[in-house]
């Protein structure tokens, strides 16, 4: 009896030392922002993302891992495929994904996962051989000619119950060889999910759902009933929104599986539409702005949604992103010179919790800044992450975006492209790239500001007073640790009228303001 009774307790403590050590690394959410904590410490995740094929040879990645290192980056993304994972039915291979462990860990890097499971990229390429030759018991979708694809039905019965059980031994190994680690802090569920090149699945089984009531679950959430025509009105748009709601519950009950094993934060991409394209012609019902609330109702087991960005507009969709207590985390970003500046819009002024560019290793991006920009962030990851600042803002400039005007305190401080310098405008270079930066007040008349390629004025809010600077030091911080460098005068702050930097400078300078009478007494 007392051996069965303590079989017990160790059983208990077997399970819930699993739950606890998950639970260590999680999501702390406070309004649309949202701190990723691993062991209770914030982490803010300063990335980059594998290239698609590059992870799935070790001997290829080999000369690339100190490399990411020495941009300053603190987490890789990358892809665990299904294929290689699962590659006969119900046998799994995870020496690919030991190796990943081994290497970052050896390299001190963090890794978020990506499944690249039913689908990616709207297609179902990564699937197994096993899977892909038997279509009938993994249904297929059809264009609009009635021509098989290459993409997996949402409503495959086998199809999900194989996906939730691949990725369930997936993050199951994932606790037992990391859970102490935590080497993997996050997880994304699928690819850039999305259908094509209808808005949603056109299919005996599907028409029948579509005409028919739309789910309870839904219904409850919209406090609202009838079909999906009835509550959502007649047209393509409507039709994307059935195909959302049943892509996320796939992604949900996959999610859900792979939670059951191991907790692990989890999010979902979304490829973004170009303008006025209609759903079918990009993935139609993906986890976009526009159906937010249709997959935050259909997947409460995923935690974030996030925007891959290749070209758009990062401010207007990083707006539509941080809404109904969804956290800004970018997986992906056409990797180029302006997300060294990107980086501090994301983090200073939407509290973005991870940045991330594409195809981090590639050769050919070898030369860009990058690294810069996350060797600032890098150290000023305490101040951020801690968040004992009074007020923190970030912003970007480019040719169409020259300046901005930020309240803080009782400070009012017009921020602007470097070009705007008269000097700099004679400049050979003067090209308006984007630049960018950002400012953290952490007193009265304190402020860190931080970045590259531009100039912040500070005067007082106070229409009877006028704001000089006490100092500029360049700092540099180690471990929270911060060590002055110059005193930043003369020229460098334009005999006290300024602080800048200049657009192939990056650098952290501490700010002291006083303030005097306007008028002279
Ligand atoms: C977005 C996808 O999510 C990535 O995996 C990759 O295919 C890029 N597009 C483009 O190369």
Not at 390 to 414: K, W
Request: aromatic share 10%; charged share 25%; with cysteine.
């Amino acid at each position: 009896m007392i051996l069965r009774k303590a079989a017990v307790v160790v059983a208990l403590v077997l399970l819930t030392g699993g739950i606890v050590r998950a639970q260590a690394i999680r999501l702390e959410r406070e309004g649309n922002t949202a701190r990723l904590l691993v062991d209770q410490r914030p982490f803010l995740v300063l990335g980059g993302e594998l290239g698609n094929s590059s992870a799935s040879s070790m001997e290829y990645m080999r000369p690339y891992w100190e490399h990411l290192r020495q941009m300053h980056l603190n987490t890789v993304i990358a892809p665990v495929y299904w294929e290689l994972l699962e590659p006969e039915d119900n046998r799994f291979d995870f020496a690919l994904v030991d190796s990943l462990i081994g290497e970052a860990r050896r390299h001190d890097l963090k890794l978020v996962l990506l499944w690249f499971g039913t689908w990616k990229n709207s297609m179902s390429c990564y699937t197994p051989a096993w899977m892909k030759t038997n279509p009938r018991r993994f249904p297929r979708t059809a264009d609009s000619s009635g021509r098989s694809q290459e993409i997996f039905s949402a409503f495959g019965k086998e199809t999900l119950e194989a996906d939730k059980k691949a990725f369930a031994m997936l993050m199951r190994h994932i606790r037992e060889v990391d859970g102490s680690n935590k080497t993997v802090i996050m997880i994304q569920v699928e690819n850039e999910i999305g259908m094509l090149s209808t808005a949603r699945e056109i299919s005996s089984w599907a028409d029948a759902l579509y005409k028919g009531k739309i789910p309870e679950a839904l219904a409850a959430h919209l406090k609202k009933n009838g079909t999906w025509e009835e509550v959502f009105g007649k047209g393509i748009k409507t039709e994307e929104i059935f195909q959302a709601w049943y892509y996320a519950r796939y992604a949900n009950e996959v999610a859900a599986a792979g939670k059951k094993e191991y907790p692990l934060p989890m999010y979902v991409n979304a490829a973004l539409p170009r303008p006025g394209a209609l759903p079918g012609r990009y993935p139609s019902a993906g986890p976009l702005p526009h159906l937010m609330d249709i997959w935050q109702a259909a997947a409460p087991a995923i935690d974030v949604l996030s925007p891959d960005f290749y070209n758009p507009d990062t401010r207007y969709w990083c707006d539509l992103y941080v809404r109904n207590q969804n956290p800004l985390f970018i997986p992906e970003m056409r990797f180029d010179r302006s997300v060294a500046a990107k980086v501090f819009l994301v983090v200073g002024h939407y509290k973005g919790f991870g940045f991330s560019p594409f195809s981090i290793e590639s050769p050919s991006h070898a030369s860009l800044p990058l690294s810069r920009s996350y060797d600032v962030l890098r150290q000023l990851t305490p101040l951020i992450t801690d968040r004992k600042w009074l007020a923190m803002d970030g912003f970007l400039f480019d040719h169409a975006r020259r300046s901005d005007t930020i309240r803080m305190g009782g400070y009012t401080i017009v921020v602007a492209h470097y070009n705007v310098l008269p000097w700099a405008a004679e400049r050979m270079d003067s090209v308006w790239g984007s630049t960018g930066g950002m400012i953290i007040q952490t007193g009265a008349d304190e402020f860190y500001v931080a970045g590259t390629g531009f100039v912040a004025t500070f005067s007082s809010a106070d229409p009877g007073k006028v704001s000089n600077i006490v100092s500029v030091d360049e700092v540099t911080i180690t471990d929270g640790r911060e060590v002055k460098g110059r005193r930043m005068n003369g020229d460098q702050d334009h005999q006290g009228r300024h602080i800048r930097f200049a657009t192939d400078e990056w650098g952290i300078q501490k700010v002291r303001l006083y303030n005097s009478p306007r008028a002279i007494e």
